[in-house]
């Protein structure tokens, strides 16, 4: 049985085909489309996941569809009728596009799959999943556990903003939910668009950001802006907040509690928006411990699920793992809405199919790794480095490890390329720019040179899965980096009094271990483990690197640059290659250096994307 998985039409939108339960590709329309966060029909995604398999349109049982739109108009009218008469102005904006398209999409989708197969479309072949019920799926049936508790948490689905689900085998039933308006995820984002940055994007500024600052604002935001049960279950004071009805988040209730307007996108940061960011994070941390508590008091269950865009917040899994409430945690990499694209598969293929879970057979989990993209063959690569211009050398295997884990050591940025495309927003060594983490200006030149982004956000080391607790205070594995832990004490460089007292961004030029790179100010790392069997090339260049410097890890951050969705093709590396100080790629089997290329392709890309 094959069922194609769609998510589509508000951000991120992504295809999943599955057949006979296991998942065959997976990739988000952005990656081909080159526009970040695309929300419009995934034709290309499609496309891809139908010549990955081999097969065309007409072969497939079942599409799904990751919500239930009828229901997020129920919603849209009735916040509205709320809040009546106040925002009219948007509510007059919203309903002729609801009425045009979202309300009507089994058609509008129908019609779409027309066009793709070229012929009619059998419109009962469409299903629709809820929203909250898709996410808690693409948790669920990939995970490696036979029985948890699912906890999903994001800005809005139709109705839930937070939900509870148990599996069992290939059953799961939503046992609980906490409505809009009131949501964990929209005032996240509240204070995301508060502090300067765009939301839906920004939210991973704000969790970097946090570290700098100070909670000075926590108690406020406890006493003013949400109340929160022993349980975990919340409710917003809506009093502070214009999300409802305007266009935008806060309002001016908001801006004087806290002291002030809203900071504007790319103005100076402050101490203040530090503090914002580390007091709302602190705030988020404590209601999600305690919906994970309530919820292990309540089932009974010891396994926990993640999903939703709140679970791609790592500093609260890495937090919520180290208090041991449940025995293991599974975060679904392509958490947000993306990955209701799987969700809603797995929801036609086990509920509404009622067909089994496929075995483990030894994997960890059913995400293969999460490298479900697209990949290239040799003579691909080839073909499209020579149409693009570029120079390259074609090298054996162990010598293209032996060259890039050379570069890595010397302190060159090197852009990997390798096998399939990640789905979700992380990149995992398929589509990485790579560093070496030893090296106390690598942040800076990479964050500066490279991806062309704020000084302060902080890289994630990929660490040889062997050796993690060697480096880190983490008992366990993090292979879609989504945990966030401690340097171990021993790695750790003692700061002196004058370096104890800086504030802000001052702290960032110290040292704080022996892998400054990717040592954050308050002394943690968002891992990634490397593990041979998902991705063995990508291990074994960690290990030459090992074997050369004493150093089992690297710098890994996405091939791209602010405002870029990560590349797709070897064309869209090299690209990005020319654009940026990249000083050496590696894509397949072909190697590459700066100083051998040709100076006219060389391009300005530092503005060639819209800012993030």
Request: hydrophobic share 40%; glycine share 8%.
């Amino acid at each position: 049985m094959r069922i194609l998985g769609i998510s589509a039409f508000y951000h991120d939108s992504a295809a999943v085909l599955l057949e006979g339960g296991d998942i065959s590709a997976a990739a988000q329309e952005e990656r081909f489309t080159r526009k970040k966060h695309d929300q419009r029909f995934p034709h290309q995604a499609i496309d891809y996941c139908l010549r990955e398999a081999g097969i065309g349109l007409a072969d497939v049982d079942f599409v799904a569809f990751y919500d239930k739109p009828f229901l997020k108009f129920e919603r849209l009218l009735e916040t509205y009728v709320a809040f009546a008469p106040k925002g009219f102005r948007s509510f007059r904006m919203a309903i002729p596009v609801w009425l045009k398209e979202k309300l009507f999409q089994k058609h509008l989708l129908t019609r779409r799959l027309k066009e793709h197969l070229g012929e009619d479309f059998d419109p009962a072949k469409l299903l629709f999943a809820e929203h909250h019920q898709s996410h808690a799926a693409s948790a669920f049936f990939p995970s490696p556990f036979d029985d948890a508790v699912v906890l999903t948490m994001d800005g809005v689905g139709e109705w839930a903003t937070t939900s509870a689900a148990i599996g069992r085998g290939d059953q799961l039933e939503v046992i609980k939910e906490i409505h809009f308006p009131h949501s964990l995820g929209l005032l996240y984002s509240a204070f995301t668009y508060y502090t300067g940055f765009k939301i839906n994007s920004g939210e991973y500024k704000v969790m970097g950001l946090a570290p700098y600052g100070r909670p000075v604002f926590a108690e406020a935001i406890r006493e003013h802006l949400i109340d929160v049960k022993d349980d975990g279950s919340f409710r917003l004071n809506m009093a502070y907040f214009d999300y409802c009805t305007g266009d935008r988040s806060t309002n001016a209730k908001f801006d004087a509690l806290f002291g002030g307007p809203p900071r504007q996108p790319e103005d100076r940061l402050t101490q203040r928006e530090m503090d914002l960011a580390a007091s709302i994070q602190v705030v988020i941390e404590e209601v999600v411990i305690k919906l994970a508590r309530g919820l292990r008091e309540e089932t009974g269950l010891d396994k926990l699920c993640l999903a939703g865009g709140v679970a791609l917040n790592c500093v609260a899994n890495g937090k919520l793992w180290r208090e041991g409430i449940f025995s293991d945690v599974f975060v679904q990499p392509a958490a947000g809405d993306a990955g209701g694209a799987l969700g809603a598969a797995l929801t036609a293929y086990h509920l509404h199919r009622s067909q089994p879970r496929r075995a483990l057979n030894g994997a960890r989990d059913r995400m293969k790794g999460s490298y479900l993209g697209p990949s290239f063959t040799q003579p691909e690569i080839e073909d499209e480095l020579r149409s693009a211009g570029a120079r390259f050398a074609v090298l054996a295997e162990d010598a293209l490890l032996d060259a890039t884990a050379d570069a890595l050591a010397e302190g060159l940025a090197v852009g990997w390329f390798n096998g399939r495309m990640e789905f979700g927003p992380r990149a995992l060594g398929a589509r990485s720019i790579l560093g070496d983490p030893r090296s106390p200006d690598t942040q800076t030149v990479l964050n500066l040179k490279v991806k062309y982004r704020e000084s302060f956000r902080p890289f994630a080391p990929s660490v040889l899965a062997e050796y993690v607790a060697d480096w880190f205070e983490h008992e366990g594995i993090s292979p879609y980096m989504l945990m966030v832990a401690p340097v171990r004490e021993d790695r750790r460089i003692p700061m002196s009094a004058e370096q104890e007292a800086l504030f802000g961004i001052d702290k960032l030029k110290v040292p704080r271990s022996q892998i400054p790179a990717v040592t954050h100010v308050d002394y943690s790392a968002r891992l990634q483990t490397v593990h041979s069997d998902t991705h063995p090339l990508y291990h074994r260049l960690i290990t030459k690197f090992f074997e050369r410097t004493g150093c089992p890890a690297v710098v890994n951050t996405s091939f791209n640059v602010r405002g870029e969705p990560i590349v797709c093709t070897p064309t869209d590396a090299f690209r990005c290659f020319m654009g940026t100080e990249l000083d050496v790629l590696a894509v397949g089997r072909c190697f590459l250096r700066k100083a051998d290329q040709d100076e006219s392709l060389i391009r300005d890309y530092k503005d060639a994307f819209e800012l993030d």
